[in-house]
């Protein structure tokens, strides 16, 4: 975690200045070089430094002092916040704190990212630190725009229910002086419960109806917000809730907040001036843990779908290994863009990928644009259902792969991309093995691969023999 923002001493003055003039030399550039850069120049390069490096920065003439306040440089931010002890860095609480104090006023994107805690000790220090973070940004006023709040896992047994009621009434308390000027609101991972995850939100909803002509909530991730085991989509609530952020224009959601009503509550109706505003991206995470046993029609896909023009629907899997229910999911009817799938099944398991390959993800052939499948197929082949697949979607630009492959198919599929797939411009394929010794599999993968020396400048190819543990 970054260091409070406090004066350095002499020696370490000198310290920093020698460690600039280090970087400097690195790069192959003189101070006098640096000195004649524009201060345009300067302020840009300044944004791709750590909050350390900028200290040292600071410290070089007074130029790049008088730069290193430029408010532009202190927009966005990220906390990480573990709140363990340590001896060796000051306290995550007198950092971020400090940090806010200092540099709060300019903050307009806030990104705090958090490891779960393990006790309860450790759950109160963190609750405590984001709630005084985020008072102080409401104290110097900052005109947050952005806020990302990930990761927390309020169903974890460290949050007691004492705990995890004063979060949700200082969350609450600040959304609903906040929520009005923010564009982009992230909760992923929050698995929280039904009845305050939609307090959270309706807050939100609300704010949007006190929001004028430039601020409303165009980006809102929810994927995890609720808590596994939680049939979010039995709860009326939620799409008249989502219904009233007209702003929308993307939306991530865990599988088991899907229904028809919601799909329906997402079409753009009469606003007035937002005439023109409609959802663009809608993201959709599925897990095997996770309720996903909703039917969904697919003329509530092919409404939504006519209502907003290019709208480009993702969808990530993980661990669904009944057939029935993945395809209730692949309908026809969506616009599906971007698809993604993870699984890990034993030989002794009645499922395989084939009708996937086969039948679902070819109703997609005029879509589909990206394509990423971790694949555990150790006791069944599919390099010729995987190349099939290829050669039939037509608009694929990116293919990521993890599978038990031959390594003949790595070659066939650069052959497809170099033959006829010019959208194809990203392949990347790691082959799985269980040998102890797969030294002789990247020998011949490399050979396959030799004589493929000039490739299209635009294509983006890898491949490896990946040890499959």
Not at 373 to 383: A, G, Q, R, T, Y
């Amino acid at each position: 975690m970054n260091e409070e923002l406090i004066p350095l001493q002499n020696s370490e003055d000198e310290d920093n200045r020698e460690k600039m003039e280090e970087v400097l030399s690195d790069a192959g550039c003189s101070s006098e070089s640096w000195a004649i850069l524009p201060v345009l120049c300067l302020t840009h390069v300044f944004k791709f430094l750590d909050e350390g490096d900028r200290r040292s920065a600071d410290l070089v003439c007074q130029r790049w002092h008088n730069i290193m306040h430029s408010p532009s440089l202190w927009r966005s931010h990220t906390f990480h916040l573990n709140v363990r002890p340590s001896k060796y860095r000051q306290s995550e609480f007198h950092s971020s704190v400090a940090y806010v104090q200092s540099r709060g006023v300019y903050l307009e994107r806030l990104a705090v990212l958090v490891n779960p805690p393990s006790t309860y000790s450790i759950a109160l220090r963190m609750l405590r630190t984001i709630k005084t973070v985020f008072d102080e940004l409401t104290r110097v006023r900052a005109s947050l725009k952005s806020i990302s709040l990930t990761n927390l896992e309020l169903d974890r047994p460290s949050w007691t229910s004492g705990l995890r009621n004063s979060f949700v009434i200082f969350l609450v308390s600040f959304l609903r002086t906040q929520g009005s000027k923010l564009d982009s609101v992230c909760l992923n991972g929050m698995k929280i419960g039904m009845i305050q995850g939609l307090e959270m939100l309706t807050t939100l909803a609300q704010s949007q109806k006190r929001t004028n002509h430039r601020y409303y909530i165009s980006t809102l991730d929810l994927k995890g917000f609720f808590s596994g085991e939680v049939p979010v989509y039995r709860n009326s609530n939620m799409p008249r809730t989502l219904g009233f952020m007209k702003g929308l224009t993307h939306l991530s959601l865990s599988y088991s907040c899907l229904s028809d009503e919601l799909l329906k509550a997402l079409q753009p109706r009469d606003q007035g001036w937002r005439d023109f505003i409609h959802l663009k991206t809608l993201s959709l995470w599925c897990s095997l843990n996770v309720p996903h046993g909703q039917v969904i029609c697919g003329h509530s896909w092919e409404s939504l779908a006519s209502c907003c023009p290019g709208l480009k629907v993702k969808i990530e899997v993980d661990q669904i290994l009944n057939t029935d229910r993945l395809a209730r999911i692949l309908l026809p009817e969506i616009p599906l863009v971007d698809f993604s799938m993870t699984t890990f099944y034993s030989p002794n398991e009645e499922w395989s990928p084939r009708p996937l390959f086969y039948v679902m993800l070819p109703q997609f052939r005029l879509t589909l644009k990206f394509l990423t499948l971790h694949l555990s197929n150790c006791s069944e082949l599919l390099d010729d259902e995987l190349l099939k697949l290829v050669r039939r979607c037509d608009r694929l630009e990116q293919l990521r792969v993890w599978a038990f492959l031959e390594i003949r198919t790595v070659q066939r599929l650069l052959k497809i991309r170099l033959a006829q797939r010019s959208l194809l411009n990203t392949i990347r394929v790691s082959v799985y093995s269980v040998e102890e010794d797969h030294e002789e599999q990247k020998e011949q993968l490399e050979k396959l691969l030799s004589t493929y020396r000039d490739l299209p400048p635009e294509l983006d190819f890898f491949a490896t023999v990946y040890p499959y543990v």
